[in-house]
């Protein structure tokens, strides 16, 4: 009788712990979040906080192509590819236009991260390995947020 009952305990269990099992399906990055326009909100370059000009820049971001803007002059312009399943995400860059010579077609191993309206953007701006963190001082590490939209005025 005790066989049973622990037989029946067993079936039990294994028909109900699915119900209370966590979903083990990775979760898909949707790389549309990025699209558009972003604003620096915190910044560090090799280690050194951001003047207040540097944070003028916008990132723009297009389905292949990363934009650093100021107003409206394109000051680097990059090719990227994501690898979501990387933990941390990766990105890698190319650059395609730059405003000195010798950079266009250099290349730059990063990281990224987005947590609700706030983009971590972490790379190797010399070309060397691609950063283990966030907050490297041996890298370019941005906080990002979506830029502002201008509000239309009602012409009433």
Not at 46 to 69: E, H, N, P
Not at 89 to 108: C, F, N, Q, V
Not at 122 to 147: C, E, I, N, Q, V
Request: hydrophobic letters at 40%; charged letters at 35%.
């Amino acid at each position: 009788m005790s066989r049973i009952r622990t037989w029946a305990l067993a079936v039990a269990i294994a028909m109900v712990a699915p119900a209370f099992a966590e979903d083990k399906k990775p979760v898909e990055f949707d790389a549309t979040k990025l699209l558009g326009d972003w604003t620096i909100s915190a910044g560090k370059k090799l280690g050194k906080d951001l003047s207040d000009d540097a944070k003028k820049g916008t990132y723009s971001f297009t389905k292949d192509m990363i934009s650093l803007k100021e107003g409206d002059k394109v000051l680097f312009a990059f090719s990227y590819t994501i690898d979501a399943k990387a933990s941390p995400m990766a990105i890698d860059m190319e650059i395609k236009e730059a405003p000195m010579e010798g950079l266009k077609g250099s290349k730059a191993k990063g990281i990224l991260e987005l947590k609700g309206d706030e983009l971590k953007l972490t790379y190797d701006g010399t070309g060397g390995d691609r950063p283990k963190k966030f907050d490297d001082d041996t890298a370019f590490s941005f906080t990002l947020k979506p830029a502002k939209k201008a509000e239309k005025k009602d012409d009433k």
